[in-house]
């Protein structure tokens, strides 16, 4: 167990829809940070927030949004649902804004479906 | 180009013999580092091993080492005496500044491990 819990576990809804997928990070972490794994692009960086504020931004779609929480928990909005936004989606938490040993945790994922 | 390529898609190892999974990266940056995270059928994905740019020895944690070979541009995990649980899928992924005061992470497209009895 990472530290790092991520709510639903499993989503399933249909294409046009908003759904939100919530992620509290490890104790102690200031960084969040939201990754989509799909079957065939991989695992990729969507979006980085430390301690409230946005940190780096990766292949996110304009689609999609995300907020960091005063309580250090995030949030990810996917609107507007397309098929191919079906993946698994995680939450990863790291103490710092990154570099040095800085280490990422992820938590267990989402799995996203869209029909 | 890819920044991090990992060439194996599949291996497999018997139990108790020891396994290395490739991993070549791609970067200009002086100061980076080096992960390999683990993800079982069960979706997690396990942090193993860190391994610094800067750092003159290779990491290791308990079963697993890193074989860094900065020159090559190379950091592969060696997994000894396997055990049927490290059946999993492996992915190497390397951390390189993205703007200034900024990182991101880039992971290759992993390696999956089957070990067998």
């Known amino acids: 167990d990472s530290g790092v819990t991520q709510t639903p576990k499993h989503l399933i809804t249909a294409t046009g829809q908003r759904v939100t997928l919530r992620c509290s990070p490890r104790?102690?972490?200031?960084?969040v940070y939201w990754y989509q794994q799909s079957l065939d692009q991989g695992l990729q960086f969507l979006i980085q927030y430390y301690n409230g504020e946005e940190r780096a931004k990766g292949n996110i779609l304009e689609r999609f949004s995300a907020q960091q929480f005063p309580d250090l928990h995030s949030e990810l909005n996917l609107s507007s649902l397309e098929l191919g936004d079906s993946a698994l989606y995680f939450c990863?938490?790291?103490?710092?804004?990154?570099?040095?040993?800085?280490?990422?945790?992820f938590g267990p994922g989402t799995r996203l479906t869209v029909l | 180009a890819q920044k991090i390529t990992q060439t194996q898609p599949g291996m497999f190892v018997q139990e108790k013999e020891a396994v290395t999974l490739d991993c070549t990266y791609d970067t200009s940056d002086q100061s980076y580092g080096l992960f390999w995270y683990k993800q079982p059928s069960s979706g997690e994905m396990i942090f193993l091993i860190y391994q610094g740019s800067y750092d003159e020895q290779n990491a290791t944690e308990g079963r697993y080492s890193l074989n860094f070979q900065k020159a090559r541009k190379s950091a592969n995990l060696v997994i000894s005496a396997s055990q049927l649980g490290d059946s999993a899928m492996y992915f190497c992924a390397m951390r390189e500044v993205y703007t200034s005061g900024t990182y991101k992470y880039i992971f290759g497209t992993g390696t999956r491990l089957k070990v067998l009895a």
């Open positions: 990863a938490s790291s103490p710092t804004p990154g570099g040095g040993t800085d280490t990422q945790y």
């Open positions: 104790s102690g972490d200031l960084s």
